[in-house]
C-alpha cells in the first residue's frame, strides 16, 4: 500500500493557506498569514493571553509567536503590556480595531470549514478528525520521547 498521507496533508495544509490568504487580502486585512488566525483564536476567547500560552496554544516557538504578536501589533489589533500577576511575563489582548476582526474571521474559518468538509458526509468528517487527531497524538508522543532521549 502507498502511503500519501503525509503528501496529501502538506498539499491541504498548501492550499488552505493560500485560500486564506487570498481572504485576508480581499477581506481588506493584506499584511495578515493565516498563522495569525491561532493568536486572533485565543484572544477572541479569551479576551487576553500570556506570550506562553499563546505560543502553546497556537503550537510555535516564543519566537515565532513573537513575531505574530508584533505584526498585529503594528497592524493596531493587539497590544502588549506587563503581567499585573508576574513581572517576567507580558500580557497580549484585543484593541477595538482587533476585535472588530471577530466577524470577518469567524466568517472566513467557517467558508473555509465548508471547503474541506464538502465533500464528506457527517461520518466520514468524524472518522477523518479521529483519525488526524490519532495521528497528531502519536506525532507528538514519539517527539516529546525523542526530547526526552536527547537531553
Known sequence: MEHNAIMLVGRINALSNRWLTDELSAA?????????????????????????????FAHRTKPTTT?????????????????????????????????????KYESISRRL????????????????ETLLTKVLANLETEAKSEKGQIE
Open 67 to 103: 513575531v505574530l504578536v508584533d505584526k498585529l501589533e503594528k497592524l493596531g489589533f493587539v497590544r502588549r503590556k506587563d503581567s499585573p500577576d508576574d513581572a517576567r511575563s507580558v500580557v497580549v489582548s484585543l484593541t477595538p480595531a482587533g476585535e472588530a476582526l471577530r466577524g
Open 28 to 56: 481588506g486585512l493584506a499584511g495578515m498569514v493565516p498563522s495569525h488566525g491561532d493568536v486572533l483564536a485565543l484572544l477572541f476567547a479569551k479576551g487576553n493571553a500570556t506570550m506562553h500560552e499563546l505560543a502553546a
Open 113 to 128: 470549514v465548508r471547503r474541506v468538509y464538502a465533500p464528506l458526509g457527517k461520518a466520514e468528517g468524524e472518522t477523518f
